[in-house]
């Protein structure tokens, strides 16, 4: 444990390291350590409440108290001190309860204190058998309580209280360590919840017009030493001596957070944030903590479905049957002109392996694209040419500790807090040491506020232009030693990502991109796109192919770079390609939802492999219902490249992978794809291992062309909230209603000539949306609105990418 | 407030008091009020630090800390500005003084904020004062009004090229914001609690830059010792304890009131100056400077009211808040209600004092009606051992002064409420409304 005294490199100590005596043992711990950090390193447990190693001592709960017979400089500290709150000196000597009488009778009063309003409730309280405050009386605490011995009467509360939707206080539990404020002030920046009061009537409160709606609020609860906070979700529904835990990776974005899954009978109960240092430290949005029962769902799809020649209608099928059908329509629609492959960004990345090896093997096609929304051609050669590959380890990569000592961190086309909320906690951590953050953004946000952050203001449309000049204006001094992080919206402005390469060469400065879904780093790595094999073999590449050809041990794979999402959906609505082999997508995810049905009605073939009845699923000719993430194993790749392996939560036999259906239906297809089980498929994804060859060229930027905005026309900016109408928040009502509300923002000039008109109507060249309006420092020809909170989204009811808005105000 | 001058008087900071209009600017000044301010002006900064550091002048807030020591912590190389905070939020009971000087003569004050500013190079400084005490915030304000529209505060003050505002800030009545730290998260409109230290305010106090806090009555002795100089001011007093203080005698004498002489007076002196004890009656216990020392029995009379002493007997010379009980009063009943004071004015942010007195006023009030046993008496002392030194700040250590040392001067009279089964006192013979010659 003392691994700083005993380098075995033979290093030289650091000369910050501090030496003192905890109960008698020696022990060096660097400058600036807690005391109650340093025992721990002589394996002494001090008892504490307040304290947590992520937020700022307090010293407020006082159970950590220990003697100090030498502060360092040979003299005594007279009173017990706060372990939490003393920090280590040359010399020093401190004893803890483990030998000092008087620690422990410190320790035992403010426990016998702690207790006396404390209910006896335990058998009825959810946090009873995980209890720091259970679990510490019985160490640290007497055993019969003088208080009720003498007739003393317990403060109390009425209960519970909600503070949000999802979190409720039960007040007369509370200790009052502040644990919940502190995280909601210090980490999360969403200080809606607050001590109030005075004295033992002390307790947590809310502003009533300010309501606890965080995006973070769940940790609040993980962290809290008693159960006065609990989730409506979990309240009341199991015991944790009832419940298995399983470490997982949450599946709801590209931050690979750690998280423990705990189970009961095969029903995930809850979920917890696990802790991962390296990765989401000890935090976790509350979509990745609630947001589970989507697997629950009433439209589970239970067993494959065919296509019934005679009705016309779907009917259950067997399994072998379903592959059958399966693997004889592909073969026709292959004759038939080609089938193209939709992969949607959810997939592990052994599934999203399968779906690239089925392409290339049995379909014979480069036509994949795994990007299930506006996406452009840019794109996947900067994917090929700027991302793929560049794991950890490899000089150009970005880590979330990368973020934490860059000096600047320009944002593009990604807004963190909604998109990517481990990275956002981190660039907010990063921004109170000194990381100054600077974004490309219609407005600035709530949470580039929270990052105290610069804005740049952009229009959509003109992030490349705003990026080349990053380079030409060296004022806000990106260099090497900053990072640029894009997100996958700057594929639909025009430019952007070429340019954002173009601004990381010649300023040194780190380049990463970070996408919204879970799937989708690893969906690039894997070559589930037209102009990547995997290991990021360039398609073009002639060696390239070969190298992947003798891996798979086929003699050869289709040459031409194949269509992309956009591209394969046209041509089967042209009906130049005779099927689709689709998984995990949703129509009013992509660039045209009306156009994407329509293709998938015309095509000839549609094989389905989903979770849970869609618009796809019902238009398919074969529905083959796969795993969820808890029912499988599987890798995700964090934005940094950075695998997550994890393991199944649930054992269910029926609930197959994707890559399990894929290999059923190559098998009937007369074609071996070497694997029928992920441990398998991962084995294969070692051996094909990473290109060593040339990269993709650089990223040919797409021509701007001159864009005119109409009169009393808007460009529209968009992105989906963290929490909004997403399939995958289905069943959590709870959580829903924590969203931050459908609003439309108009610029400042607009909204005064709105007049005090409450709601406005936006119109485009697909549709009007009603939604209340609030004014922010949008540029004057920008009107931004949620992309899902509202009817089927902004794709579908509004207007498409790129394309500009009527805005009309009304009166509610 | 003495009629008739007595040698033992040294009436600096009340002289004034009995002037006619002496809150005004124009009643200040023509006792030679702000001559001093126009001296310290002309001195060198270091000289008025230093000046007060010989003088030994210590906090009359309670703690006693060398007022001079205080100022030299201010890092005069940090950039951040620099503060002066006055700490008029007197709220401990049985202390009236501050509230009376700043009523009587709010110009002394002022004249010292302005001095001491100056000398620690403080271009802002604030007075916060208790909120309660409106017709003294409202005095406040007027005589910083004045001293602004006369030249002493704002820019350029008296020529030198010296800039000063001065803020009176009114509380919202809470004990706890009279703790320096908590009164600077008040003063910065959070709530008041306590805040960890280090870092001391001398380094990051109010809006995290160097501040010193001091008491009303440290900082309105500054422009005597400037006038007068250290020697005068150190002619009194004691040997560690030098100069004059105000002493607040209340209770059960004859003449309650503000009696101004050095440290070291007894209180057998100061009852004679106060008329005595109320008639046909004897002196029981009585608190050196607020509820929050330990109190003292008659046996202490002739101790010398210094630092030293009433450290030694076992308590705290504190704010001088000398509260006088006679023999008709109940000390289970007065150590109660105090601890009810501090029950109700936790903060409620540390475990011992939030909890602690909580259960106290409970175990006490069981006392009080006679219920419980004598071990009832060894819980509470475990009680007070477990609070004292164990909370965030003093107020949990001043919550148990009361209790332990009523136990150790009165431990029979507390189990004489056991066998009596309730208290064995008539409440309304400790009244001032009680008939004269009520009897014990």
Not at chain 1, 272 to 293: C, H, Y
Not at chain 1, 501 to 509: D, P
Not at chain 1, 644 to 654: C, G, I, T
Not at chain 2, 303 to 313: I, N, Q
Request: negative net charge.
């Amino acid at each position: 444990m003392t691994q700083v005294s005993t380098s075995s490199a033979g290093e030289v100590e650091k000369s910050d390291a501090v030496t003192l005596t905890i109960d008698g043992v020696s022990v060096s711990v660097p400058k600036d350590t807690l005391v109650i950090r340093a025992a721990e390193q002589v394996g002494v447990q001090i008892p504490r409440f307040c304290d947590h190693p992520l937020l700022a001592p307090v010293g407020a709960c006082r159970q950590c108290l220990v003697e100090v017979p030498d502060a360092g400089n040979g003299r005594p500290i007279p009173k017990p001190q706060a372990s939490c709150t003393l920090q280590v000196a040359e010399g020093m000597v401190v004893n803890t309860q483990a030998t000092s009488p008087v620690a422990d009778k410190a320790q035992q009063g403010v426990m016998e204190f702690l207790l006396i309003n404390h209910p006896l409730d335990c058998p009825v309280c959810d946090k009873g058998g995980e209890c720091p405050l259970q679990n510490q009386a019985m160490s640290n605490g007497r055993a019969e309580s003088r208080f009720s011995a003498t007739g003393g009467v317990k403060r109390t509360f009425p209960k519970p209280i909600n503070i949000s939707a999802q979190v409720l206080l039960d007040r007369e539990r509370c200790v009052l360590c502040a644990r919940c404020t502190r995280f909601s002030e210090q980490i999360a920046g969403d200080p809606f919840i607050a001590l109030v009061e005075r004295g033992a009537l002390q307790q947590v409160g809310i502003y009533e017009k300010e309501p606890f709606e965080s995006y973070f609020s769940g940790n609040t609860i993980q962290i809290c030493p008693v159960g006065a906070l609990t989730s409506a979700d979990y309240r009341f529904r199991s015991r944790p001596f009832d419940l298995v835990s399983t470490p997982s990776v949450a599946e709801h974005d590209a931050c690979g957070s750690a998280i423990r899954v705990d189970h009961r009978r095969g029903k995930v109960m809850r979920r917890l944030s696990g802790n991962d240092p390296e990765v989401n430290e000890e935090w976790i949005t509350d979509k990745d903590r609630f947001a589970f029962t989507y697997a629950r769902a009433g439209d589970r799809i239970p067993h494959p479905l065919v296509r019934d020649a005679g009705t016309g209608e779907l009917r259950a099928a067997s399994w072998p049957e379903a592959f059958a059908v399966a693997a004889r329509g592909l073969a026709a629609a292959r004759t038939a002109g080609g089938v193209g492959v939709l992969t949607g960004g959810r997939l592990t990345a052994e599934d999203a392996y399968a779906y690239s090896s089925f392409a290339r093997m049995v379909l014979g096609t480069n036509d994949i694209d795994f990007r299930a929304r506006p996406h452009s051609a840019e794109e996947a050669d900067f994917l090929a040419a700027e991302v793929v590959g560049r794991g950890l380890g490899h000089p150009q990569s970005v880590t979330y500790t990368d973020l934490e000592s860059a000096s600047l961190v320009v944002l593009a086309g990604l807004e963190p807090e909604d998109e990517a909320g481990a990275v956002f906690l981190r660039l907010r951590k990063a921004s109170r040491t000194g990381t100054r953050v600077l974004a490309l953004a219609p407005y600035a946000s709530r949470g580039l506020a929270k990052m105290d952050g610069l804005l740049l203001a952009t229009t959509p449309g003109t992030e490349a232009a705003a990026l080349d000049g990053l380079t030409e204006h060296s004022e806000h001094g990106l260099d090497s030693t900053g990072v640029i992080l894009v997100g996958e919206r700057l594929a639909t402005a025009p430019g952007a990502l070429a340019a954002a390469a173009r601004l990381s060469r010649t300023t040194g400065a780190r380049l990463a991109w970070v996408p919204r879904r879970a799937g989708d780093r690893g969906a690039v790595e894997v070559g589930c796109l037209p102009n990547l094999l995997p290991g990021g073999r360039p398609v073009a590449d002639p060696a390239a192919r070969v190298d992947a050809a003798a891996a798979w041990g086929v003699d050869h794979l289709p040459e031409a770079p194949g269509r992309d999402g956009t591209a394969i959906l046209e041509a089967l609505s042209a009906g130049e390609l005779g099927g689709l082999l689709v998984g995990g997508v949703s129509t009013t995810d992509l660039a045209d939802p009306d156009a994407a049905r329509a293709a998938i009605e015309a095509a000839g073939f549609v094989v389905s492999l989903e979770q849970r009845e869609t618009e796809v699923t019902r238009a398919a000719d074969v529905v083959l219902p796969v795993a969820p993430a808890s029912d499988k194993a599987g890798t995700y790749l964090t934005w940094e490249g950075r695998p997550r392996p994890f393991e199944a939560v649930l054992s269910n036999p029926a609930s197959l992978p994707d890559l399990r259906v894929l290999a059923g239906i190559a098998e009937e297809s007369g074609v071996s794809l070497g694997f029928r089980t992920v441990a398998e498929a991962r084995r294969q994804m070692d051996q094909f291992g990473a290109w060593d060859g040339d990269r993709a060229p650089a990223a040919e930027p797409a021509k701007v062309k001159e864009r005119r905005l109409a009169k009393n026309k808007f460009w529209l900016a968009t992105w989906k909230q963290m929490l909004d109408l997403g399939t995958m928040q289905d069943g959590e009502e709870a959580l829903r209603a924590t969203a931050r509300p459908a609003i439309a923002r108009v610029p400042w000039s607009v909204h005064e000539v709105l007049g005090g008109a409450t709601e406005v109507v936006l119109t485009g060249d697909r549709g009007s949306v009603t939604l209340p309006v609030e004014p922010a420092d949008l540029p004057d020809d920008t009107v931004w609105v949620p992309a899902n909170s509202h009817g089927n989204g902004v794709l579908a009811d509004l207007a498409s990418p790129g394309s500009a808005v009527t805005v009309k105000g009304v009166r509610a | 407030m003495s009629a008739t001058p007595s040698p033992v008087l040294t009436p600096v900071l009340s002289d004034n008091w009995d002037a006619e209009r002496a809150w005004t600017l124009e009643s200040y000044e023509s006792l030679g009020g702000y001559a001093a301010l126009h001296k310290a002006l002309g001195m060198a900064q270091a000289d008025i630090v230093e000046a007060v550091k010989d003088s030994g002048l210590r906090g009359r807030g309670g703690a006693g800390f060398p007022t001079g020591m205080k100022w030299s912590f201010i890092p005069q190389d940090n950039p951040k500005p620099k503060y002066l905070v006055v700490n008029a939020d007197e709220s401990e009971p049985g202390t009236c003084k501050d509230v009376p000087l700043m009523m009587a003569s709010p110009h002394t004050l002022v004249e010292g904020v302005i001095i001491s500013s100056y000398a620690i190079r403080a271009n802002h400084a604030f007075i916060y004062v208790r909120g309660e005490v409106l017709h003294v915030v409202r005095r406040l304000q007027q005589a910083v009004a004045e001293a602004y529209a006369a030249g002493h505060l704002g820019k350029d003050i008296h020529g030198s090229g010296y800039d000063l505002d001065l803020v009176v800030h009114a509380g919202a009545g809470a004990y706890i914001c009279g703790e320096e730290t908590a009164l600077l998260d008040s003063l910065e409109g959070r709530r008041g609690q306590p805040r960890l230290r280090p870092p001391f305010p001398a380094v990051a106090g109010l809006y995290a830059s160097p501040t010193v806090i001091n008491n009303v009555e440290s900082i309105a002795s500054v422009p005597a010792i400037v006038a007068n100089g250290a020697e005068w001011f150190s002619s009194m007093g004691t040997e560690k304890s030098k100069g004059f203080v105000l002493y607040s005698l209340s209770g059960h004498v004859k003449r309650p009131g503000q009696f101004e002489a050095p440290l070291g007076i007894t209180l057998r002196e100061l009852i004679d100056l106060a008329g005595g004890m109320r008639e046909g009656h004897e002196l029981k216990f009585w608190t050196p400077g607020g509820s929050s020392t330990p109190l003292l029995t008659a046996e202490h009379l002739d101790m010398p009211l210094d630092y030293e002493a009433v450290g030694e007997a076992g308590s705290m010379l504190g704010t001088r808040a000398l509260q006088i009980f006679d023999d008709t009063t109940c000390v289970v009943r007065a150590v109660l209600r105090w601890t009810e004071f501090y029950k109700h004015e936790s903060c409620g942010k540390c475990t011992p004092c939030r909890e602690g007195t909580w259960w106290l006023v409970q175990t006490l009030a069981r006392l009080e009606a006679g219920q419980g046993t004598e071990e009832d008496l060894d819980v509470l002392l475990d009680q007070c051992e477990n609070i004292l030194g164990r909370s965030f700040c003093a107020l949990g250590d001043g919550a148990t002064s009361p209790i332990t040392s009523s136990i150790e001067y009165f431990r029979e009279e507390f189990l004489a409420h056991l066998s009596h089964g309730g208290c064995p006192f008539d409440p309304a013979a400790s009244t001032v409304f009680a008939a004269q010659g009520a009897h014990a």
